[in-house]
């Protein structure tokens, strides 16, 4: 729910939005990933459960964000924030991301995606100039690598979204069995994470022309809702360190009467909090329709699309960097035994290191956020 005073907007979740955060949140307690993940974790990459599989399709989730389903890119974010609380490797926002690219396209089989029956995983160029898109007589001409996604080791499909030679914006639908999927080694041990090798030509019926934007719209969605996965680690983090400083001892009294890690639990708590607002308001940004109903013109299109890629860039940049240092703090706190192996608290900063490397590094988001007010004061 959103109100607007003074210029300002006020923004609370509806009852709605917290019952279904927290219905997630209990199921997840409830069908712990971590533990599932603990006997395996040596075996190979992570991948989606049964029991997660059947959650999804049950839930319906895959298909939150298709006009048919009609949810948010808020919506979407909570059960993030949710899934990276609770270490799950399932790549929520990527198969919801795709569903809605899928139905975008007119793509047939677009329900079977959209009710978890298949998994499509969006994937991007690694760079600008990462993959090769040509449109020829057969179709279209695909040559390249792209980035890092996870998912992909469960994938039935993936749905390539970038831009063409020719500048304009387009998605392909292909099965996972006609492209090479490496896997890749990360710190990262709760999720699976891969590149895909493309060189094929996809023919008609199977990739279409986007409306202008969808490629740099995809990838806003899968930064912010990276830093959402981190943020969900950070709370995450924050719970553990607040339940072990209250029953670690020192000097008869536990740690977290002392003035130093009651400050560490402070900056950790207020970290968490100012990252959950910054993403809420790049959620809200994202979900902006006068961007796709072509209500705007052109100039005000694009002051719009640059406040939006200032609120994904500055929700990110700030969220990730504010996750790591959560991470940092709660080992701190944790001490010796936030080492070992046994404990959850390497397996959550580990992939908060990874989070804050893909779609986008802090550093890049900062970059991009300076790129873009100096566009805007040229332009002004």
Same mark, same amino acid.
């Given at each position: ?205 199977q990739w279409a022309s986007m409306p202008a934007g ?56 207020l970290a968490v909090e100012a990252s959950r607002s ?6 809200? =940004? $994202? #979900? @902006? !329709? &006068? +961007? *796709?109903?072509? =209500? $705007? #013109? @052109? !100039? &005000? +299109? *694009? ?78």
């Amino acid at each position: 729910m959103t109100t607007e005073t003074g210029g300002l907007m006020d923004f609370a979740l509806s009852t709605d939005q917290q019952d279904l955060a927290d219905a997630e949140r209990a199921w997840l307690q409830k069908h712990d990933p971590i533990l599932e993940r603990r006997p395996s974790i040596d075996d190979g990459p992570a991948t989606i459960s049964a029991t997660m599989r059947k959650h999804l399709t049950e839930a319906g989730y895959a298909g939150l964000l298709t006009d048919e389903v009609g949810a948010t890119n808020v919506d979407l974010l909570l059960l993030v924030e949710a899934h990276g609380w609770a270490g799950s490797a399932l790549p929520l926002a990527e198969v919801a991301i795709g569903s809605a690219l899928l139905e975008a396209m007119g793509f047939p089989r677009w329900r079977d995606a959209a009710a978890g029956e298949e998994i499509v995983i969006p994937v991007r160029p690694s760079t600008p100039a990462g993959l090769d898109i040509e449109l020829t007589d057969d179709g279209l001409r695909i040559h390249g690598t792209t980035a890092p996604a996870t998912g992909l080791v469960d994938a039935d499909r993936i749905v390539l979204i970038a831009r063409a030679a020719d500048g304009g914006d387009v998605a392909a639908v292909i099965p996972i069995d006609d492209v090479g999927v490496r896997v890749r080694e990360t710190l990262d041990l709760l999720r699976s994470w891969a590149v895909v090798d493309i060189d094929l030509t996809v023919g008609a019926g199977q990739w279409a022309s986007m409306p202008a934007g969808t490629a740099d719209t995809v990838t806003e969605q899968l930064a912010t809702f990276r830093a959402a996965d981190a943020l969900g680690c950070a709370d995450r983090l924050l719970g553990l360190a607040v339940d072990y400083a209250g029953q670690r001892t020192q000097f008869d009294r536990p740690i977290g009467t002392f003035q130093a890690v009651k400050h560490h639990l402070a900056n950790m708590a207020l970290a968490v909090e100012a990252s959950r607002s910054t993403l809420w308001a790049a959620a809200l =940004a $994202l #979900d @902006d !329709d &006068a +961007l *796709d109903d072509g =209500a $705007l #013109d @052109d !100039d &005000a +299109l *694009d002051t719009d699309r640059t406040a939006r890629a200032l609120a994904v860039s500055s929700a990110v940049a700030f969220a990730c960097r504010s996750a790591g240092e959560v991470a940092q703090l709660a080992l701190q706190v944790h001490g010796g035994i936030g080492f070992t192996w046994e404990h959850d608290v390497h397996l959550l900063l580990r992939r908060i290191k990874v989070d804050e490397l893909l779609d986008g590094s802090v550093s890049d988001h900062h970059r991009r956020i300076t790129d873009l007010r100096a566009g805007s004061t040229g332009t002004s």
